[in-house]
């Protein structure tokens, strides 16, 4: 059995949960020669530093991504584009150039243009999180798993495509390949419509006059709990999946407040039969995620209060 790594260095620009968690799993399953990270601020690279994560540490992309054979864009999807005019000349031929963002469209519109030839564009996104963030927030098994998606363009290089398929595996995670619009469209209603959802209704807690702050924290029952762990996710991160995933979420948008209509007028004139039918397929929804092992039916849904 070879003992070579997967890939002899590998660049994570980026180091927050996705990216300390790569980075704790390639440790794990011994992927990676040499892990080097980067981050924008100085008080980023001293924790990253301080908590371990990475072989090398940078505050400058050049030198993050020189000889890197897998270079991961593992920040928000917004910065990609400057991320991208920085790192092109230094990129390594025969590179892989992939990311971990939500949204896979202005990974073709912000940053193929920018990469020399040679170097293979192939956008990935674990879906797997918390609302933690910080390169303390990494744990090893953040993917065991969970599906990771790939959105290679038609003219991919096959063996570049296999080659991040088989890392993500060995991160632990289902691999299924799929377009990058579609990939946006499933996303905007299976993530990025809840997010929007979970933000709005807090906020709307917030502002309620006959409400107080102190009553709706100190009587918060299960629903409305879960919305705030939702709405505690990275705002600089959520900003910029709504707006470089707008189309789609405004589709989706449109369809949820059809529905949300549809059920208001059920309230409203008492048909009940409306609300049961309703509840009925959600739950059946709800039983099928337990079943195919993406969430726990455990009390807390099996969150670790550490990791949840």
């Not at 709990?225 to 989706?252: C, G, H, K, Q, Y």
């Amino acid at each position: 059995m070879s003992t070579a790594p997967h890939f002899d260095r590998v660049a994570l620009v980026g180091v927050g949960l996705i990216g300390s968690s790569m980075a704790h799993g390639m440790r794990r399953a011994r992927l990676a020669g040499h892990i080097a990270g980067y981050a924008h601020t100085p008080e980023i690279v001293e924790r990253a530093k301080k908590a371990g994560i990475v072989d090398s540490m940078h505050d400058d992309l050049a030198s993050c991504v020189k000889d890197a054979d897998l270079v991961v864009l593992a920040a928000p999807v917004g910065a990609f584009a400057d991320i991208a005019k920085v790192i092109a000349p230094h990129l390594k031929p025969g590179a892989i150039v992939s990311d971990t963002g939500s949204v896979k469209g202005v990974m073709f519109r912000d940053v193929a243009p920018l990469l020399p030839k040679g170097v293979h564009l192939i956008p990935a996104h674990p879906i797997a999180g918390t609302e933690q963030s910080g390169p303390e927030a990494g744990f090893a098994e953040l993917f065991d798993g969970r599906w990771c998606i790939l959105t290679p363009a038609a003219d991919a290089d096959p063996a570049a495509v296999e080659k991040l398929k088989s890392f993500w595996e060995k991160l632990g995670s289902q691999v299924e390949v799929m377009d990058a619009k579609h990939h946006d469209l499933v996303l905007a209603i299976t993530s990025h419509l809840p997010h929007l959802i979970a933000y709005n209704i807090v906020g709307t807690a917030n502002h309620l006059e006959q409400v107080t702050n102190g009553e709706v924290i100190k009587y918060s029952a299960g629903g409305f709990r879960d919305f705030t762990r939702i709405a505690a996710s990275d705002p600089t991160m959520w900003r910029d999946v709504f707006l470089n995933n707008r189309e789609a979420v405004l589709e989706m948008l449109g369809r949820f407040s059809e529905d949300l209509t549809d059920l208001q007028r059920a309230i409203r004139y008492g048909d009940g039969d409306f609300l049961f039918d309703l509840f009925t397929r959600t739950r059946a929804i709800r039983r099928s995620i337990v079943n195919a092992g993406q969430d726990s039916a455990a009390p807390n849904f099996g969150r670790n209060k550490d990791k949840s």
